[in-house]
């Protein structure tokens, strides 16, 4: 109740909530889940296998027949991968969070180039359309290759070969990128993918050994340096100092 009288004003909704039904119909306008739309450009990992103790952060090894360990070149640390024997192994990250625009970028090297395998396997294991899996980048022997074919570099002794996928889920597109340079896009295979939960370095056959550095993993639609400002989830290491520990450098706990 007013203690005076005065104009009032209404609004009729109706008019209001037809131009908005409209536009969502139409598809005019995207809603996007506050987990996929937060944070676009956060690191999930940044491996570059020299701080002792975290070489395998995150990392599962399935060795069966072949040797993987930590390798050394002039106090450079490396993820080294030795298979002479008919069997298959993989190195696999497991991802839990969602983002529709990530790069995954590693440096890859060989001393004996003579492995097959599948670098950055890419598995969706929520769609529900059931598991979904993306081979991004071929290796055969010294070649690695794209979706497609083109050339991403060769493997030789001394030098390594940065390799960097950026994938946009929601245009169902991968475009790669060799040492910086950006070399071709290409359509992702299977338009069900939604998400990247688990990312593999696949060897399925040949005998010889890979060379891995600066295993890295962000939020972003190119390749970028992400040593400098390094965000840590807390939950995933609990305390401050065991993510300083691990990056060696001033970082935001959130």
Request: with cysteine; aromatic share 10%.
């Amino acid at each position: 109740v007013e203690p005076l009288t005065s104009d009032q004003w209404f609004v009729k909704m109706k008019p209001l909530a037809e131009e908005a039904i409209r536009v969502v119909n139409d598809k005019e306008v995207e809603f996007v889940s506050e987990l996929e739309n937060a944070d676009p450009n956060r690191i999930l990992l940044n491996n570059t296998f020299d701080e002792e103790g975290m070489e395998y952060y995150g990392l599962t090894l399935v060795k069966k027949n072949a040797s993987i360990g930590i390798g050394e070149d002039n106090g450079n640390h490396y993820l080294d991968i030795s298979k002479y024997a008919d069997d298959d192994c993989y190195i696999e990250y497991q991802n839990s969070e969602t983002i529709k625009k990530m790069v995954i970028e590693a440096d890859f090297g060989s001393d004996d180039p003579g492995l097959g395998g599948m670098m950055f396997y890419i598995r969706d294991s929520v769609t529900n359309t059931g598991q979904v899996n993306e081979t991004l980048v071929g290796l055969s022997g010294e070649n690695l290759s794209a979706k497609g074919g083109a050339s991403l570099g060769k493997l030789k002794k001394g030098n390594f070969v940065n390799i960097a996928c950026a994938i946009d889920i929601s245009k169902n597109k991968v475009s790669y990128y060799s040492n910086g340079e950006f070399i071709d896009s290409a359509a992702l295979s299977n338009n069900n993918l939604r998400a990247v939960n688990n990312i593999r370095f696949y060897i399925s056959g040949g005998q010889g050994n890979l060379k891995i550095d600066n295993f890295r993993i962000y939020g972003g639609t190119e390749p970028r340096d992400i040593t400098k400002d390094v965000i840590i989830r807390k939950s995933v290491f609990g305390e401050d100092d065991a993510a300083k520990k691990y990056l060696g450098k001033t970082i935001n706990a959130v």
